[in-house]
């Protein structure tokens, strides 16, 4: 089955962070990349710009609006996401578990997608 | 004759027979319906062609070729020929008992944790474990919780379709991660045992039926997991309290506490029993939250008058369970124990310590346990005063009646 691993966190925080512990941070995050890689279980995932970059738009009294922004505003923001292809619910939480911003005051959502097209393994 | 019969049977057989069909299809909603259509085949066919020699294995194999005929019939699939939706025509006695081991191996574990499985909400697991495991109707369950049928209804559908589209497996964890999702397990257990013990609602303050089922389940669980302490004592918690039912409430509905309960109403033979798993649980030296507060009930248990109460052990167990579960209400009831085994100061400096950190602030047993011990201690005044601010709190009736006629004795006094 597939599995988006949707990261939400505080930009405020994450913004504190001291530039001297960036590559180590950086360096988490390649690791956990890899291991789903080495694993067979990525399928993509990527980090999202901040949310200051989103545009939202709405279909409105016949138009298209576009507004700056996300779509809603809240205390934490959507700021990356895998998405990988396990057997079940446990296996995916346990991969989920190991996702170095749990460990940094993110909330890691899992949600299944609906069986259809997705993609397959880059091998 | 034959509907009574199938009513014992579906009662003791229906988990077992349910955890091998979702073993076989993997679809809890495709089980039941199966299992429901064998049922009301089983009362077309028996009554002419007799009881068959294992019934729970008759149904078991007819509701399995039913889940076939559904799955078959569901997937449209242009290869079935039409007619073969009625496989369930030409109707064997079914296997014999040894065949029936052996071709559907118990798997009642793996339905446990999949209704305990910690993706699902608290109340949804409480309500698939009693549906699948105890085989309580919907509404049973509704009646149990006190809420209306279509809440439990749609609670259960919910769930299951959690379980379906969020790929929630249907197995026995890895031993790596067994005791963690045993714990989850056990805790759904204590919070059902809970609610047959203390439920707020009116006049159903004790619910023994519940209690039971509490009771039932933990023991399937330790059945099946003979080799985890926790588990077993958890169970001899249960059986420990639950061993007092008769006892816990007056003729006319008020609370009985623990002091002045009728020991000779306590069933001893469920106490020793339950005594007897506690031992076997701390033999094996893992000693974890559930046992301790098994071995504090089994102190009260052993105690063959309130005033014969070891409350220094007690005392001690409950410091032993704090670094366990350093919770607010789990450090009351450790004031309490200080109180009885070293002093009641002792106890109520520590009550106020909890109270002064905000603790516990709408909970109504903090201010209760104030006035008994302030009322022990000679202290009127500030007794009846923590007897009102109780008052204020409690919501059950049964004990609403208890602190009221307590707080009247004392002002009488």
Redesign the interface.
């Known amino acids: 089955m597939h599995y988006m691993i949707l990261i939400y966190s505080n930009e405020a925080e994450w913004a504190k962070i001291p530039p001297a512990d960036l590559p180590a941070v950086f360096e988490k995050w390649m690791g956990y990349g890899q291991a789903l890689q080495a694993a067979g279980v990525f399928r993509a995932g990527s980090q999202l710009q901040p949310v200051a970059t989103a545009t939202t738009l709405r279909f409105q009294g016949g138009k298209v609006l576009s507004t700056d922004g996300p779509f809603a505003e809240t205390k934490e923001q959507l700021g990356g996401y895998y998405l990988i292809d396990t057997p079940d619910l446990d296996s995916a939480l346990k991969w989920a578990g190991q996702c170095p911003g749990l460990f940094n005051g993110c909330a890691i959502e899992v949600r299944p997608l609906v069986p259809g097209d997705q993609p397959e393994s880059p091998v | 004759m034959i509907p009574r019969v199938l009513a014992e049977v579906v009662r003791r057989e229906r988990p077992r027979v349910l955890a091998a069909l979702v073993g076989f299809c993997r679809d809890v909603d495709l089980a039941e319906d199966a299992f429901q259509d064998a049922c009301t085949r089983a009362l077309a066919v028996w009554p002419t062609a007799g009881l068959p020699a294992n019934p729970a294995a008759w149904l078991t194999t007819v509701a399995r070729r039913r889940c076939l005929d559904l799955l078959r019939r569901r997937s449209r699939s242009p290869v079935v020929a039409p007619g073969a939706e009625v496989v369930t025509e030409g109707i064997d006695p079914g296997p014999e008992p040894a065949e029936f081991e052996a071709e559907f191996p118990d798997e009642r574990l793996r339905l446990i944790f999949t209704c305990c499985?910690p993706?699902l909400a608290p109340a949804a697991q409480i309500a698939l474990a009693l549906r699948h495991l105890c085989g309580l109707t919907t509404g049973e369950i509704a009646r149990a919780f006190l809420e209306p049928e279509p809440t439990t209804a749609q609670r259960l559908v919910r769930a299951k379709n959690k379980i379906r589209?969020?790929?929630?497996?249907y197995?026995v964890?890895a031993a790596e991660?067994l005791p963690a999702r045993l714990e989850t397990v056990l805790a759904t257990l204590y919070l059902l045992f809970n609610e047959s013990y203390a439920s707020a609602g009116d006049d159903t303050w004790l619910r023994p039926d519940l209690g039971a089922e509490a009771l039932r389940l933990t023991k399937l669980v330790v059945e099946l997991l003979p080799d985890h302490p926790e588990a077993r004592g958890l169970l001899a918690l249960i059986a420990l309290h639950y061993a007092r039912r008769d006892s816990r409430l007056s003729a006319d509905g008020e609370m009985i506490v623990l002091e002045a309960q009728d020991r000779s109403r306590w069933h001893r033979a469920e106490i020793e029993t339950a005594l007897a798993e506690l031992d076997r649980a701390l033999a094996q030296r893992r000693p974890g939250p559930y046992q301790i507060q098994a071995a504090i009930a089994a102190l009260h248990a052993r105690a063959t008058e309130a005033a014969a109460t070891d409350w220094r052990q007690i005392a001690h167990l409950y410091a032993t369970l704090l670094e366990f579960t350093p919770t607010p209400v789990v450090q009351l009831n450790a004031a309490v124990a200080c109180a009885f085994a070293f002093g009641l100061e002792h106890g109520l400096a520590w009550i106020d310590r909890l109270a002064a950190a905000g603790e516990l602030a709408d909970y109504h047993l903090l201010p209760a346990a104030q006035a008994e011990l302030l009322r022990r201690a000679g202290r009127r005044d500030a007794a009846l005063a923590a007897y009102d601010r109780a008052l204020g709190l409690v919501r059950a009736p049964a004990e609403l009646r208890y602190l009221e006629r307590r707080r009247a004795e004392l002002a009488a006094s």
């Open positions: 499985h993706a589209l969020a790929g929630i497996p197995a964890p991660e």
